[in-house]
């Protein structure tokens, strides 16, 4: 299990160098023309991980006490994956498909990732 994880770390790290100038662009794919935006897109460290219940993947923003689900993992960009076993840190190109709220799970689309850095979680959730 340590190898696939390795291998998913480096898989990510490579991609990330081959498209970190993607971020700076407009969002990619699907996220761009989505008619269901609420606002404008905007960039955020955070890091992907699943957990249970819906949405499955969600990232935190560091040093806050939020959560952006992802609202179709299947569109997430090609160079970040989510899964179980691993977490991923990046800085996130994310547009907003809910309205924020101070208690809940606001839904995005993600449109980019740069800076990538992911890392394996065991099951207790310890890095």
């Known amino acids: 299990m340590r190898w696939v994880v390795a291998a998913a770390a480096l898989w ?5 160098v ?7 662009r407009q969002p990619a794919g699907q996220c761009a023309v989505r008619k269901d935006k609420v606002g ?16 499955r993947c969600r990232i935190w923003p560091v040093g806050s006490t939020r959560l952006l689900g992802v609202a179709d993992p299947s ?5 970040v994956a989510c899964g179980e ?10 547009c907003p498909l809910t309205e924020a709220r101070t208690s809940g799970i606001q839904l995005v ?6 800076n990538i ?10 890095r």
């Open 85 to 94: 076993g691993f977490e991923v840190y990046a800085d996130f190109l994310v």
């Open 117 to 126: 850095r992911a890392s394996e979680v065991k099951a207790d959730g310890a």
């Open 75 to 79: 569109a997430l960009p090609s160079n």
């Open 40 to 55: 404008e897109c905007y960039k955020v460290r955070g890091r992907l991980r699943a957990y249970a219940g819906y949405p």
């Open 18 to 24: 081959m498209g970190a100038a993607d971020a700076t």
């Open 109 to 114: 689309c993600v449109g980019a990732a740069s």
């Open 12 to 16: 990510l790290g490579f991609c990330s």
